[in-house]
């Protein structure tokens, strides 16, 4: 028993046989160490493509970083590049105004059609709607831009507008103070049509996450689906909804060119939904290239751009530590 | 016999598949009946069929009757959440809801707003522990999350917390196949307990158990019922000679 243990170990191979020592073994290991060194460089890629934009943009920006406080730059309300003035506060502000009147817009809507698809529809049903939705996802963004253009501005400038003027006029945020259509209204409804196929993506797949077992154990006693929907269902998924919600406000807080087309690009700090805005991307994509005489106004876009990607990495990181909290969680 | 299910013609098929063919069984009231069979006969099936949970499965589709007090459950008229009322499902595996002990026990009874108050709830909690035999055992922590119960534990909890919506029929899916012996046997003799009460229905893949619990005994294999009766004729004198094959363990 133990002679044959002992023929068995490669050692003993290697010595009668002499197999282990063949060189074409050896090339063959060595491609595959090769290959493994290359994917990884590879892929160590992005992670290092990150860390290089971000320290480009900070190099370039430095010149403004150092010559005004940062809180200047960051809550200053007046942007005259030619005075030397570069307050950023009206563009962060016409950010979150656009993102946060898409979302609104958008994640009730996607919350009732992630519910509908995950909890209700027949197989055949969703195998129709998913690649629709899907679909959307794909048109680009400057023909959201062109139907934002010809479609939404008007019927926000001749339906939206006077509705609210004479009904919400009291109320401040939705008052009509600059009557052509194009203002955060009209980018936060083309935004909420961009991202809503990403945020019903991700909550159908966290909608799909709740086990079987206990919709059943729900329907068992006789409760309706509606009833183990909100009992049941949608306390597991809370948190995959906040997250998916994130994702979708990331991808809002940098879209560019459908919103620049339809916002009005005016650098003002927005008091109603009807104002026009000028959110950082648009500022960036207008203006980079031009007029680049203006002593530090290449430094001024660049620091906008360094803003704009820390507050979207934020919101993304934000959004990977919500999933993984809700991916630790036990079901059963 | 008095039944309390009767079955009618009854075909069920997963999209092209025929899973149940031509059933028609009669179910005894308030006596343990067991179907047996080999895996893939049709047992479940049959069982899901008589809560209506086949539904839940997309493709699904059903003909035939199935009579309970001799009201069809599948007429357009009735309402499902009344009908899994009156018929409770224990599940192959024990499957606590994401909340406490004593939330578990109130889930159905809150669903149909069967209590009056607080006190009527807790009464009511203590009561049907008590029937599932785990009030002792759990009493000093109804607040703790239903997931830190044992498995054994968990099973008699969805136990209680099937009874608390007050059935007339007890369906059992395996109900033991996860459990240690100890819990299984735990399991078995609630049940049997319970069938002074309760029509109940369990389906087995062990033939001990069946001969353990069986007072009424169905047997299919491939989709069809090959033979139906009570347990001392089915065991003890099979009519059909699949029936004697799978007791004497050759399928």
């Not at chain 1, 009206?90 to 509908?116: D, E, M």
């Not at chain 1, 820390?310 to 999933?323: G, K, P, T, Y």
């Amino acid at each position: 028993m133990n002679q044959m243990d002992s023929t068995n170990t490669p050692q003993s191979i290697n010595k009668t046989t002499g197999r282990l020592s063949r060189p074409v073994v050896a090339s063959r290991t060595r491609q595959n160490n090769f290959a493994q060194r290359t994917f990884f460089i590879f892929t160590l890629l992005p992670v290092l493509l990150i860390l290089v934009v971000a320290i480009a943009l900070f190099v370039r920006s430095w010149p403004i970083l150092n010559a005004y406080p940062l809180y200047d730059l960051l809550f200053g309300k007046v942007w005259k590049p030619t005075n030397g003035q570069f307050g950023f506060l009206p563009f962060i502000a016409g950010t979150f105004w656009v993102t946060a009147v898409g979302i609104l817009l958008a994640v009730p809507a996607c919350l009732l059609v992630s519910i509908y698809l995950a909890e209700y529809a027949h197989a055949r049903t969703r195998s129709i709607a998913k690649p629709i939705l899907d679909l959307l996802a794909a048109i680009p963004p400057v023909v959201y831009g062109v139907w934002g253009l010809l479609a939404i501005v008007p019927f926000v400038d001749k339906v939206l507008a006077p509705l609210s003027d004479r009904w919400l006029d009291s109320v401040s945020i939705f008052s009509v103070n600059q009557p052509t259509g194009f203002g955060i209204l009209a980018a936060g409804i083309v935004l909420a049509v961009m991202i809503a196929p990403l945020i019903i993506a991700v909550m159908y797949e966290i909608f799909s996450t709740v086990p079987n077992d206990l919709r059943h154990a729900s329907l068992a006693v006789g409760a309706t689906r509606l009833q183990t929907i909100r009992n049941i269902v949608l306390p597991q998924v809370a948190p995959g909804i906040l997250a998916a919600i994130v994702l979708g406000a990331s991808r809002a807080l940098g879209e560019t060119i459908a919103v620049l087309m339809v916002v009005g690009n005016i650098p003002q700090m927005p008091t109603s939904i009807f104002d026009s805005a000028y959110p950082l991307p648009a500022l960036i994509a207008n203006n980079y290239g031009e007029m680049m005489s203006i002593p530090l106004y290449d430094a001024a876009l660049l620091s906008a751009a360094l803003v704009l990607l820390v507050v979207i990495l934020i919101f993304n990181i934000l959004s990977m530590l919500v999933i993984q909290r809700m991916l630790r969680r036990k079901w059963v | 016999m008095d039944a309390h299910i009767q079955v009618k013609n009854l075909n069920v098929y997963y999209g092209k598949q025929q899973a149940l063919k031509n059933v028609n069984i009669e179910i005894p009231k308030n006596q343990i009946t067991v179907i047996m069979g080999p895996s893939g006969c049709g047992k479940t099936t049959l069982l899901k069929s008589l809560n209506r949970f086949l539904e839940l499965t997309d493709g699904t589709q059903i003909t035939g009757e199935v009579l309970v007090d001799g009201q069809n459950i599948y007429a357009h008229e009735v309402d499902v959440t009344e009908v899994r009322k009156v018929v409770g499902l224990l599940a192959q595996r024990p499957s606590p809801l994401p909340m406490s002990i004593y939330d578990n026990v109130v889930y159905g009874m809150n669903i149909h707003r069967m209590k009056k108050d607080r006190k009527e709830y807790k009464a009511a909690v203590r009561h049907y522990l008590e029937i599932a035999g785990l009030w002792d055992e759990v009493y000093k922590r109804l607040h703790d999350p239903a997931t830190s119960l044992s498995i054994g534990q968990q099973q008699r909890l969805c136990l209680a917390r099937g009874l608390a919506v007050e059935p007339e029929i007890i369906l059992g899916d395996e109900p033991t196949s996860a459990l240690d012996p100890i819990s299984s046997q735990n399991i078995e003799s609630r049940l049997i307990e319970l069938k002074k009460q309760y029509t109940t229905v369990i389906v087995t893949h062990t033939l001990r158990q069946a001969k353990r619990l069986a007072d009424y005994v169905i047997y299919m294999y491939l989709g069809e019922v090959i033979e139906a009766g009570s347990a001392r004729e089915v065991f003890n004198n099979p009519q059909h000679e699949r029936t004697r094959a799978y007791l004497e363990g050759q399928i």
